[in-house]
């Protein structure tokens, strides 16, 4: 067991907040890696906002971890908030902006690695009908999708949603970001949870 990689990861999760479950890098029964397992609680504050970022500083990085990982990103023309209720994550966009990303509900630092499979769940639901675009990316440069733009179809009622991607070998980032956009929509509220990532090699892959 090397201690050196260890500590870091526990010394970071003394610093995050508590929002929900997170059990990062644990073992499921089919021997996949759980890198994600996200169940939330109440907290007293809202998640943090921030400005459209187009990098990713070391302090912008750091203010993010410590804020917990989970957070809203918004475009000048968007206005919105992020909380957690009843044991759901919330959005709730007052408005947003043409671009499909003007509201970014996002996850980051996501450790994403050469020549794995990943595959993604969560439920969500919200009071009008809406399109999200997920994804998991790199923070700037070529902005590089590892998954693809995945499009999925929110309505009013709780759905389970799903999807699985595989990397490359050039493929590797400590700081990708997992997100969810919300362009040209104004008024709705957006609930999301039960969100879990999990890694395994390629020849698991059945």
Same mark, same amino acid.
């Given at each position: ?29 089919h021997g996949e ?16 906002a921030y400005k ?71 439920? /969500? &639901?919200? #009071?009008? *009908? ?7 990316g790199c923070v700037?440069? =070529? ?32 700081? /990708? &970001?997992? #997100?969810? *956009? ?11 949870? =039960? ?12």
């Amino acid at each position: 067991m090397n201690i050196r990689k260890i500590v870091p990861w526990l010394v970071m999760i003394m610093l995050c907040p508590v929002v929900g479950v997170w059990r990062g890098y644990t073992q499921n029964d089919h021997g996949e890696t759980i890198i994600l397992d996200e169940r939330f609680e109440e907290r007293k504050n809202e998640f943090p906002a921030y400005k459209t970022y187009n990098s990713l500083s070391d302090d912008l990085l750091k203010q993010i971890k410590e804020g917990g990982r989970w957070h809203l990103i918004l475009a000048p023309t968007a206005k919105a908030k992020s909380d957690v209720v009843e044991g759901s994550a919330r959005v709730v966009i007052e408005t947003s902006g043409p671009q499909w990303y003007a509201v970014q509900w996002a996850y980051l630092p996501l450790e994403i690695r050469p020549e794995k499979i990943y595959r993604i769940s969560f439920r /969500a &639901r919200a #009071e009008r *009908n809406v399109t999200t675009v997920f994804d998991v990316g790199c923070v700037g440069g =070529d902005w590089w999708s590892y998954s693809g733009h995945k499009r999925f179809s929110i309505g009013n009622d709780w759905q389970e949603f799903g999807l699985q991607f595989a990397t490359r070998k050039m493929d590797d980032d400590e700081n /990708a &970001r997992l #997100e969810f *956009n919300f362009g040209n929509e104004s008024e709705n509220i957006i609930f999301i949870d =039960d969100i879990q990532v999990i890694e395994f090699d390629k020849k698991q892959s059945k």
